[in-house]
């Protein structure tokens, strides 16, 4: 089946947010609040300075997304653009849909001058951790810390 790859509109909010939430319970066990999640992705729209979603299809029915991200670089003078939020629906997982996205992504970025892709992965998701180094990224040599408010 084709896979193609748009830029998210807001049509698709509820199935991002919607997918937001079966990602974070199906890969921490994470109960995330829906009128939350809808704010947050809502919020992604209201002010593109925060990033953009892109939304694959197979078909021509929505499959997976993932969500893009900016942080300024003053080392490299140049944005890294973040990969967030990714999810497949289960029925269309191992078709090739995380790499097309991906791909888009990719694209997308080395159009628009950014310096490079991230990503982070949650230590225990070895799957992902192999499709991400199957894609040709690197895991770097940084650790995560927060402080959450």
Known sequence: MSITVRTATRADIANIAQWNRAMAWETENKPLDPAVLERGVTAVFDEPRRGFYLVAERS?????????????????????????SVYVVESARREGVFRQLYEDAKQRAAQAGAVGLRLYVETENERAQRTYAGLGMERCHYFMYEAEF
């Open 60 to 84: 021509g029915e929505p499959v997976g997304c993932l969500l893009v991200t900016y942080e300024w670089s003053d080392w490299r003078a140049g944005d890294f653009w973040w990969i967030q």
